[in-house]
């Protein structure tokens, strides 16, 4: 009779331990996504000093065990120190809080495994790369005039902080572009008033596949319907070379490495691009004169761009496209040109044109307004600017024998050795390079 008693007086005690066992695992699982991300981040990078300094003999023995006490330890201290200072040391309360304080700690152990797993590989991945090194040393211009005047078949990796191009060659030509992220979702038409639009669900969608599966992401949204009725070769060749040149126009953060290949992947034999390097530096050239100019007239990316009062009217007279119509709504005294790329999925470079040409009709304020009429060089002027920077580092023969000593091949005989019985290779088609620029351009 007293042990049933017991048992329905233990009833509500227990009921109420259930309740606030469950509202403290829902206030833990409903943390807000940024805490943990923040808290994570934290632990990976104490993880990621920790490996540095394992790797470079420079850690203490006990330097592990402190991080581990650090998140785990401390967390089981406080659960006991807790549970002892109850004033009985069987109370329900107090036993549930020990044992979700164990379980705690088996939670972060894990965020711990994970951290330092991360870690851990980061640090110390193998390199498998020929070469590799930063934009600020050594020029993207010339890593490509290097790579263009051997014979050699490979992969060329350009990677800055936001986006990623794997630029695959063959024997001196390029013969495909894979960028790693979209910089253009708006896709002009044959007509002024004719364009398309990449959703940017399909494009997420592409670039996952491009994750998992490692299919380029150009093939992935053809693949996705997005390039019907066009040569996708085209395609590939002009939205890869505005990725390849919106590295060219912030080179200082780039990193680049080259891999040598046995052969060409599977997509990128089936459509070989075989254009040479020299077009492709060439326009980009044309694109970083342009590009200095432009930023004379407006110097940062981040400042609003302000509407005249009678804008409307200043622009009566031109001859308006899809595209200025559309980014005329995103002038507003508020949205800067970075922003405004990104409403519309345009290429800072392209936004910047549109900016310079309304600046020009007096539709928009520009902070280098005294620039405007010097910003006139014509395409012959950039072509020769182009021609004569090209020219600077075009000692072919140095070029080739410091390829073939770092990568191997040629004349393994040395500077003056015998020459090889292979053929030469096929000299670059300057109609062809420069056919390919002025259809760009």
Known sequence: MDSTDAKERQKPNLAELKERVCAFLDAVSERSEEDVKREFGHVHERARELVQRKLAMTG?????????????????????????????????????????????????????????????????????????????????????????????????????????IDIYLNTGRIAFLDPHRMIRRMLPGAGSMDYREISEEVLRKSEAEQRETGTPLLLALEKAGVFHELDI??????????????????????????RRLPELPEFAQEHDLRFGVTGLLLEGNKKLDDWRSMCRIFPDKHEPITPVDDMYAKIGDLNLGVTEIKLLAHINGENDAQQISEAMGLPLFETYQHLVRLARAGAV?????????????????????????????????????????????????????????????????????????????
């Open 60 to 164: 203490s023995k006990s330097e592990t065990r402190d991080l581990l006490g650090e998140l785990v330890f401390s967390r089981l201290r406080g659960g006991l120190r807790n549970f002892l200072r109850a004033e009985d040391g069987s109370d329900d309360l107090k036993a549930a809080e020990w044992v979700m304080g164990s379980l705690l700690s088996m939670s972060a152990i894990s965020e711990f495994s994970v951290a330092i797993d991360r870690a851990i590989l980061e640090m110390s991945a193998p390199r498998e790369y020929s070469f590799a090194g930063m934009a600020d040393f050594i020029s993207i211009e010339e890593v490509m005039q290097l790579l263009g005047s051997g014979r050699h078949v490979g992969c060329l990796s350009l990677e800055k902080p936001d986006n990623r």
């Open 233 to 258: 070769r085209n395609v590939i060749s002009e939205l890869g070379s505005e990725v390849f040149h919106e590295f060219l126009l912030d080179p200082d953060a780039v990193f680049f490495s080259y």
């Open 365 to 441: 304020s520009a902070p280098g307004n005294d620039a405007l009429p010097e910003v006139s060089m014509s395409v012959e002027e950039s072509m020769k600017l182009a021609f004569e920077a090209l020219d600077a580092n075009d000692d072919s023969l140095a070029v080739s024998s410091a390829l073939d000593r770092v990568l191997g091949g040629g004349d393994s005989d040395g500077l003056f050795g015998d020459v090889s019985d292979e053929e030469p290779a096929e000299e670059e088609d300057d109609d062809m390079s420069l056919g390919f620029l002025g259809k760009r351009n």
